[in-house]
């Protein structure tokens, strides 16, 4: 089954790139739910729903031009997919471009994503994932 979770978190991060944002709500549970990055502004906060999570995973259109995902790599961890990924950023009006190594924990419950967690550091995403790098 793991193999497959990593097959529908691969196939999300295309939808999200091909801006087919429905793909992506249909492999949500319907109580997701999306802590604040670790390491990032919004840790602490908790964001619940499908709806709620799929329009926080959308960049802030008035924050930012373009944000894009290279996907580095997946790893497999039972019922979780941890995505390592390489995150591109340009800013509205200043154009400043950041870039981060960001990774994504995915925790599945059958087919479905029950829980995202993001974090602002891979190896701390290995870690709470129980894997190394």
């Given at each position: 089954m793991s193999q497959e979770n990593?097959?529908?978190?691969?196939?999300?991060f295309d939808a999200f790139a091909d801006g087919r944002v429905n793909d992506v709500i249909d492999v949500l549970d319907a109580d997701v739910?999306?802590?604040?990055?670790?390491?990032?502004?919004?840790?602490?906060?908790?964001?619940?729903?499908?709806?709620?999570?799929?329009?926080?995973?959308?960049?802030?259109?008035?924050?930012?031009?373009?944000?894009?995902?290279?996907?580095?790599?997946?790893?497999?961890a039972d019922d979780r997919v941890v995505a390592l990924v390489h995150e591109h950023r340009r800013g509205r009006g200043s154009d400043i471009e950041i870039e981060a190594e960001i990774a994504l924990i995915y925790t599945f419950k059958g087919s479905k994503v029950v829980r995202i967690e993001p974090y602002m550091r891979q190896s701390e995403a290995l870690e709470a994932a129980g894997l190394s790098e």
């Open positions: 990593v097959e529908i978190v691969r196939q999300a739910d999306m802590p604040g990055a670790v390491g990032g502004l919004e840790e602490g906060q908790v964001t619940r729903g499908r709806e709620a999570v799929a329009r926080a995973l959308l960049p802030d259109s008035s924050v930012w031009a373009t944000r894009r995902y290279e996907v580095q790599r997946f790893v497999d």
